[in-house]
């Protein structure tokens, strides 16, 4: 049977922070803040710990038996040369707290092995689109109080009788989007009214317009671009995947930031709002927003539930947050995505 298949070129214009994470925690010696500035290291710990003298490791190695965190950072700070490792920046925040604490958890975030420098896996823009596809055409096509009460609305929507092998987002291939000029940012995200945490995350707009750089040839107001592929293909003769109206239905997150009544009189919001509004974009660019934190986690996931001897099936609908990062000023996770169809091919 021929497999058709279209592929298009796309491009992630990173406006405020995406934070997408590992499940895991630095070591305390990973993190190594510089004593001066709002820079650092990400630490090759082995390659560092093999350029020490054998006094100096002697002494690092009391001061992790004591706990003395920061005294143990300090030997590696005044000994430049033997540092090894990539360059990361720190919010101010993040900075003071990892430096009055030096054992502090802070998120891993993924992250690409050989430059150390965060990446969008092709999942979690997969996700976006899903979810932007899934809740417009519940907008559009579910009666009000139908919405409210269906919780396998997925269903009700592709109509996918066969479950996972009917759905038609099983033809939608997302690559992962690789940052060509991001440096990895070590940042404090405030979740409602929960304890802050730190976490790394993608550079992006509003830390370059703060100055957070790493030399002064860099001026600022660059954009954080992510480059990838999104492929579309099915049999022939099954339902194709239409890209378009996936496209289109992302006018769902410009509803869902403009029906957000915190951001309305919101400075940091509206500054970002001013660069992602429909009259500042280019052609062919939508607003989408991705990643941990994005405050539109609407999972769907069908749960198998035993009831009276049976399996039945429990939808979970995950909970909403409006997290902010960079002292609680930008919402995190907001970009423009550009795609451009590239060629249209069969496969025999």
């Known amino acids: 049977n021929s497999t058709y298949r279209k592929i298009y070129d796309a491009e992630l214009?990173?406006?405020?922070?995406?934070?997408?994470q590992t499940g895991e925690t630095y070591g305390f010696m990973e993190i190594l803040p510089s004593s001066k500035t709002c820079t650092g290291k990400l630490l090759d710990i082995g390659k560092?710990?093999?350029?020490?003298?054998e006094r100096t490791l002697m002494s690092f190695v009391d001061y992790v038996?004591?706990?003395?965190?920061?005294?143990?950072?300090?030997?590696?700070?005044?000994?430049d040369g033997v540092i090894k490792g990539s360059s990361i920046i720190f919010t101010q925040k993040a900075y003071d707290k990892i430096r009055e604490n030096s054992n502090i958890e802070i998120s891993k975030p993924i992250v690409n092995p050989m430059t150390n420098k965060p990446y969008i896996p092709g999942s979690s823009i997969k996700g976006a689109l899903r979810t932007a596809f899934l809740e417009y055409k519940r907008d559009k096509e579910l009666l009000p109080q139908e919405k409210e009460k269906t919780k396998d609305f997925?269903?009700?929507?592709?109509?996918?009788?066969?479950?996972?092998?009917?759905?038609?987002?099983?033809?939608?291939?997302?690559?992962?989007?690789?940052?060509?000029?991001s440096n990895l940012v070590i940042g404090d995200i405030t979740v409602g009214s929960q304890i802050p945490t730190l976490?790394?995350?993608?550079?992006?707009?509003?830390?370059?317009?703060?100055?957070?750089?790493?030399?002064?040839?860099?001026?600022?107001?660059?954009?954080?671009?992510?480059?990838?592929?999104?492929?579309?293909?099915?049999?022939?003769?099954?339902?194709?995947?239409?890209?378009?109206?996936?496209l289109n239905s992302l006018s769902f997150y410009d509803r869902k930031f403009l029906d957000k009544k915190a951001w309305r009189n919101d400075e940091g919001a509206q500054e970002l709002w001013n660069i992602c509004s429909k009259e500042k974009r280019k052609e062919n660019e939508f607003f989408i927003?991705?990643?941990?934190?994005?405050?539109?986690?609407?999972?769907?996931?069908?749960?198998p539930k035993m009831k009276g001897g049976f399996i039945s099936k429990e939808n979970i609908e995950g909970g909403k947050s409006r997290p902010k990062v960079l002292n609680n000023t930008y919402p995190l996770g907001f970009c423009l995505l550009s795609v451009k169809e590239r060629s249209y091919e069969i496969d025999n």
């Open 13 to 20: 214009r990173i406006i405020s922070p995406v934070v997408i």
């Open 48 to 53: 560092t710990l093999s350029n020490l003298d």
């Open 289 to 303: 927003r991705i990643g941990r934190h994005s405050g539109i986690e609407n999972v769907t996931l069908d749960v």
């Open 65 to 79: 038996d004591s706990q003395k965190y920061n005294e143990a950072r300090e030997l590696f700070l005044k000994r």
């Open 199 to 246: 976490s790394g995350m993608t550079d992006a707009w509003c830390f370059r317009k703060k100055k957070l750089t790493f030399n002064s040839k860099d001026k600022g107001q660059m954009d954080v671009i992510a480059k990838g592929t999104i492929v579309v293909k099915y049999p022939k003769g099954k339902t194709k995947t239409p890209m378009k109206k996936v």
């Open 154 to 181: 997925e269903y009700k929507i592709l109509g996918n009788n066969g479950g996972i092998l009917d759905d038609p987002f099983k033809n939608l291939l997302v690559s992962d989007f690789f940052i060509q000029n």
